[in-house]
């Protein structure tokens, strides 16, 4: 049959499977393809029909048309014309779909991104209608497409090659290019494409939001350049090439607020940050103005060093559409991309304490980044990361890259290895909008949808603006050093708002002397401002508003420690609730006996662990109604097995959390396994205590050192944000610390670094040695009118020691924090103590075991619970009653590392003034060392006995 030869001639190659799929399933279910290819088999004889049922079977099965089947009724036979009509329409439909395909996929590759016109994309095969068969006589065909391009062609079900390639250009390859295919959920997709392919920005813009974007433009443009003017060589690192990211950035919030966002926490680097602090945030301009002339940001009666003007940070309430929305701007340091987690966990917070828990719509993070931070910066892709976990979770952040297209002097091709500086972001399926940023229009558009697609979906979405830097790095340095084509360019390039008024212009939106008008208006504000900024003044600090109302700003002094202890009706509540689990629930029968061991503790009121004292703290704030939030690696069970606050049933992996169920009416803790990051982890959890001083937020490193990876979090924020930028923390960190043979990695928690940071009164550093003292160290956390935050090294032996124990009476009425703790055993009489010897933590257990066993009884033992603030009051209290003794400092660390340096010239300090006969104290402890610990057992063995020794006097 000639009809059957052409047709299976058609359908050889890679096309066959795939219409005989498609065939297959339309026979099952007309309604289960494409609307278009449905029409298409509904039109095929008979014959065609048979063919590509065939190709459906496999290699080997006998072929349907070839059975006999006396049945059935005879095939009707179509002419040659009538297959080959058939399948020619089938396969025009195909290639054109792949070539549609492949503008979505690949479009981005011709869109004219770059302002200066230096970066010109070339020809790419991919979008060639010849690639896929279409010849110069073809693109004029019209080919049957159905409801493939509705969205671009309308209700049309044919076009021509060319109408198709056109309308696919004017979506994919103009100023805006898009990377939405790799995304994996088919609605967010299908979403996009929608929205893309059906607006048009082109002719959706009104003339009143155009007049709305030519006034920020203004705004945006006329503050760079009136300080280009009045502060000539001061560095500002100024917007510049970039001035659309303020009309970007309305837009964005706008339109989240339309759509339901009731605060926008915003992060981002130095550059644009006092264009966005004054025309985003609302920071007064004589503020500015004031800040460059050398004035303070804060009243002078309020302590602290200060930053720099273009790290700082603000917030304020605007209204939009009726709707009040709190902006804030989260100060930073130039360090770039730190300030990512920080907002993240600020506004995990904010979303918590308002219940916004579900879809997490109603508080949005929006984070800023420069091109070469975002693709060189790890922490963006440890952020990125985060974004859809459960304990980390915002519902979507909006990236918005201001893509000067260079870094100081470093050009993309030295910056990144991908096409994109924004290739990262497909690691966690966000869509990517790249757009000119000489093209404001299309720039707002993208604002706006990327806020629809938050807002819709709780995912990150990154809208990448690329423009370019019109000054150096700053505004002094010299780019033409290292860029001379690209500054030539931009010399020659007229600016984005000048553009933009002359093409208002042309198009009869405003009139020449309407833009020229607006302008000199702007410039007369600023310099009104600038007057007034010779006599300003702030008023107030802005740090203890909100959920910071009612603390006090803390003294240079260390404060009196509060009482923390608990009724003995409270603990036993607690207690019950860590012994007991629901029944039906089955536990690992293991913990089940740890449980019952704790419901002993409580009985005996004697034993009281680690774990154990460390629940009676959660519990006891959880009662009070303060939350409780622990994150970290693996920290729901402990790297030690010893916490276990989230049960886990044995049968069907269901979870059970004791301490929220001690009585009905608690607050709720929150223990998180976090992914295996420190630096990204670590500034969440800060961020989240910057918003809510009333929970408890405490990060545990699987092992002390751990926070190494997050050392830019810890000097940059923790130990300087106070008094950098007026923001107290409480924040914990939890940091196992000691010394047990285990090798140079998970030895030391690196205590030195902390106590190198310790200035004005700015955290509190500990070394405990009980499990009362930490549960008191953690119950002060929110006890004081005030909040710091706290590091302690967290013991690991010490976990299951049986001297490592505390009494229930150690955590009743009266008890308190102690940050000396003295001797404890009876010994000599005070006059006849010949040796003090001062630690802190683990080592002190094997101090004692050994003074035990060797019965020196003139050598007495004091402990160093709290290394900053400094407790010198508590310390001369114990060392007077010693006065003929000799004072040794013993640690396990190298005397390089630990506390021995840090503590020395105090210990003098408190020894002179008792006029103490010791006149300083002595080193004990390991030699100097270029490694925190030796790995070799045998080594280790004899270091810890020979020093302890050394301390007691014996060696």
């Keep these: 049959m000639p009809g059957i030869d052409v047709l299976s001639g058609a359908l050889s190659g890679a096309n066959t499977v795939y219409l005989a799929d498609l065939y297959a399933r339309w026979a099952e279910d007309p309604a289960g393809v494409d609307p278009s290819f449905a029409a298409i088999f509904a039109a095929m004889d008979d014959e065609a029909a048979a063919v590509l049922h065939d190709a459906t079977g496999a290699s080997w099965a006998p072929r349907a048309s070839m059975i006999e089947d006396e049945v059935a009724a005879p095939v009707a036979v179509a002419t040659p014309a009538s297959a080959e009509g058939v399948i020619a329409a089938a396969q025009d439909s195909l290639r054109a779909t792949q070539l549609i395909r492949a503008y979505r996929v690949r479009g981005h590759l011709e869109a004219r991104l770059d302002p200066l016109g230096l970066q010109v994309p070339k020809p790419h095969a991919d979008l060639d209608p010849a690639t896929y068969g279409f010849g110069p006589d073809d693109l004029d065909r019209p080919i049957y497409l159905g409801q493939i391009v509705a969205s671009l062609l309308g209700d049309n079900a044919t076009a021509t090659v060319n109408q198709i390639v056109a309308a696919l250009r004017s979506v994919y390859c103009g100023p805006i290019g898009t990377e939405y295919m790799h995304v994996q959920n088919p609605e967010q997709r299908l979403w996009l494409q929608a929205r893309l392919e059906g607006d048009n920005w082109r002719t959706g813009t009104t003339a009143t939001e155009k007049k709305a974007i030519l006034h920020h433009l203004t705004e945006a443009e006329g503050f760079e350049a009136f300080c280009q003017k009045r502060y000539v060589g001061t560095k500002r690192f100024g917007l510049e090439g970039g001035e659309v990211t303020i009309p970007a950035l309305h837009a964005i919030i706008d339109q989240a607020a339309t759509g339901g966002v009731r605060s926008v926490a915003i992060g981002m680097p130095h550059r644009g940050r ?20 050398g004035g303070s940001f804060k009243p002078d009666d309020v302590q602290g060093s200060g930053d720099v003007k273009y790290h700082l940070g603000t917030s304020t309430d605007i209204e939009v559409d009726g709707k009040p929305v709190h902006l804030s701007l989260q100060p930073n340091p130039s360090h770039l991309e730190a300030v990512d987690p920080v907002v993240i966990g600020k506004v995990r917070a904010t979303q918590d304490d308002d219940g916004d828990t579900q879809g997490r719509h109603a508080h949005m993070a929006l984070l800023l980044h420069g091109d070469a931070a975002f693709a060189g910066q790890g922490l963006v892709y440890e952020t990125m990361a985060m974004s859809q976990l459960i304990g980390y979770r915002t519902g979507g952040t909006i990236h918005v890259v201001v893509n000067n297209q260079i870094g100081f002097t470093t050009v993309s091709a030295h910056a990144y290895s991908g096409l994109y500086c924004t290739d990262i972001a497909k690691a966690v399926q966000a869509p990517i909008l790249h757009v000119n940023g000489d093209e404001p229009e299309a720039v707002i558009y993208c604002a706006r949808l990327a806020a629809d697609f938050r807002q819709k979906f709780a995912t990150d979405i990154v809208l990448d603006i690329v423009c370019y830097r019109r000054h150096g790095h700053n505004e002094s340095d010299e780019p033409s050093f290292t860029q001379p084509i690209m500054y030539k360019a931009i010399a020659a390039r007229p600016t984005a708002r000048t553009l933009y008024a002359e093409q208002l212009v042309r198009n009869g939106t405003v009139t020449e002397a309407e833009a020229s008008t607006q302008w000199d208006a702007f410039q007369d504000k600023l310099d009104e401002a600038f007057k007034t900024a010779q006599d300003y003044r702030p008023n107030k600090a802005d740090w203890l508003e909100g959920a910071w109302a009612g603390l006090t700003p803390p003294g240079k002094e260390e404060a009196p420690q509060p009482e923390t202890g608990l009724s003995n009706e409270t603990l036993q509540a607690i207690g019950t609730s860590l012994g007991t689990v629901p029944k039906g629930f089955t536990g690992h029968p293991r913990i089940l006996r740890q449980l019952r061991g704790k419901l002993e503790m409580f009985k005996s009121g004697e034993g009281i662990d680690w774990a154990t004292g460390e629940a009676l703290g959660f519990g006891s704030l959880l009662l009070e109604n303060h939350r409780v939030r622990l994150s970290g690696e693996d920290c729901q069970r402990g790297t030690f097995s010893q916490r276990h606050a989230v049960l886990i049933d044995q049968i069907n992996q269901n979870e059970y959390v004791p301490l929220n169920n001690i009585r009905p009416e608690q607050a709720k803790i929150e223990v998180y396994n976090s992914l295996l990051s420190e630096f990204g982890v670590l500034g969440v959890e800060y961020g989240y205590s910057l918003a809510d001083p009333n929970t408890l937020v405490l990060w545990e490193g699987q092992f002390g050192d751990f926070a190494n990876g997050a050392q830019v979090i810890i000097d940059q924020f923790i130990a300087s944000g106070e008094t950098k930028w007026l923001r107290m923390s409480g924040l914990v960190m939890l940091l196992p610390h000691g010394y047990e043979g285990q090798g140079p990695e998970h030895s030391s928690a690196r205590l030195e670094r902390y106590l190198q940071l310790c ?50 009476a150690e955590f009743g009425p009266g008890t308190r924090f102690q940050p000396v703790i003295g001797e404890i055993d009876t010994i000599a009489a005070d006059k006849s103590i010949e040796r003090v010897v001062i630690c802190s933590g683990k080592v002190y257990y094997d101090l004692l075991a050994e003074r035990r066993e060797g019965k020196l009884d003139r050598v007495a033992i004091v402990r160093l619970e709290q290394f900053y603030p400094f407790p010198a009051e508590a310390l001369a209290k114990e060392l007077a009653r010693y006065p003929a003794a000799k004072v040794i400092w013993c640690q396990e660390e190298p005397e390089n590392n630990g506390g021995w340096q840090f503590v020395d010239r105090r210990i003098e300090g408190v020894l002179t003034g008792l006029k103490h006969k010791a006149g300083r104290p002595s080193y004990v402890g390991r030699d100097a060392a270029a490694s925190p610990a030796t790995g070799l057992a045998k080594i280790h063995a004899a270091q810890q006995a020979l020093l302890v020794r050394q301390a007691l006097g014996t060696a």
């Design 274 to 293: 006092l264009n966005t602090l004054v025309n985003i945030v609302r920071k007064p301009y004589v503020a500015i103005f004031s800040e460059f002339a």
């Design 759 to 808: 200035a004005e009164n700015n955290m509190q550093v500990c070394n405990l040695t009980t499990p009362a003292n930490y549960f008191h160290a953690l119950r002060r956390q929110l006890a004081h009118s005030w909040r710091k935050p706290l590091i302690l090294m967290t013991p690991k032996s010490l976990l299951r020691h049986k001297l490592a124990v505390s009494t229930l």
